[in-house]
């Protein structure tokens, strides 16, 4: 596709339910990370993957958070047991090739999650 | 990566060009300067990057001063639409711990008609 895309586009949940977050990467990009954002703070960077692995991990702020990406494509990010404080804005980026220089990470429009 | 200054507000008016600045005083030879925007309610958009040299593209200009001290981002006639967040940061060279970008405070760029 012409960019990567995220659905849903919003999700209010209810405490203790699981959501599921997709992330479609730009044709070809075979790196993918996910980020979330809180109401006016920075990013926080949560998981990244190379191809269908993930060697880094260490943003999932718990063990209720998981991602996966099959087919070298299309990621879910999955949040069991919601809870309020994981309402915030989900991003997912892409890139080409994460080691080459420069990198340039492009960003889909984002998942508004909101616990209640 | 390289910390950077950037003013927390700035004005323009439409039609006029925006230059933001951003100071990142202690780069090193082998981080890239980039820019990024987030517009309200939106993702953070890619804009443009640079080493040392001064760059182009359809959105913006590069300015990167010859010390590498310190840059602008140059939005010739800027619109409305952008009205945004701007972001500076400087990027290292194969970070093998996944690229993972941050963002500081940026610069909250308000277009007035």
């Known amino acids: 596709g012409a960019g990567v895309s995220q659905s849903p586009s919003n999700k209010v949940t209810e405490k203790g339910k699981d959501v599921e977050l997709r992330c479609d990467p730009i044709s070809g990009h075979t790196a993918l990370y996910w980020y979330r954002q809180s109401l006016g703070q920075g990013l926080e960077f949560l998981i990244y993957?190379?191809?269908?692995?993930?060697?880094?991990k260490s943003g999932l702020p718990s063990d209720r958070f998981s991602a996966e990406r099959t087919g070298g494509s299309v990621s879910t990010l999955t949040i069991q047991r919601t809870q309020q404080e994981d309402s915030a804005v989900y991003l997912c980026?892409?890139?080409?090739?994460?080691?080459?220089?420069?990198?340039?990470?492009?960003f889909g429009p984002g998942t508004r999650l909101l616990v209640l | 990566d390289a910390k950077t200054t950037q003013p927390p507000s700035m004005d323009c008016a439409e039609g006029r060009a925006a230059n933001l600045p951003c100071n990142h005083s202690t780069i090193s030879g082998n981080e890239y300067v980039y820019w990024y925007r987030q517009i309200h309610s939106q993702g953070p958009q890619y804009i443009i990057h640079g080493l040392k040299n001064n760059e182009t593209n359809e959105m913006a200009s590069l300015i990167i001063t010859e010390d590498r001290k310190s840059s602008t981002l140059i939005l010739p006639h800027a619109t409305l639409r952008d009205t945004a967040v701007y972001y500076c940061i400087v990027r290292v060279r194969n970070n093998n711990a996944g690229n993972m970008l941050t963002f500081g405070g940026g610069t909250r760029l308000m277009v007035k008609p």
């Open positions: 993957f190379q191809g269908n692995s993930a060697p880094d």
């Open positions: 980026a892409s890139s080409l090739v994460p080691d080459r220089v420069p990198e340039t990470q492009y």
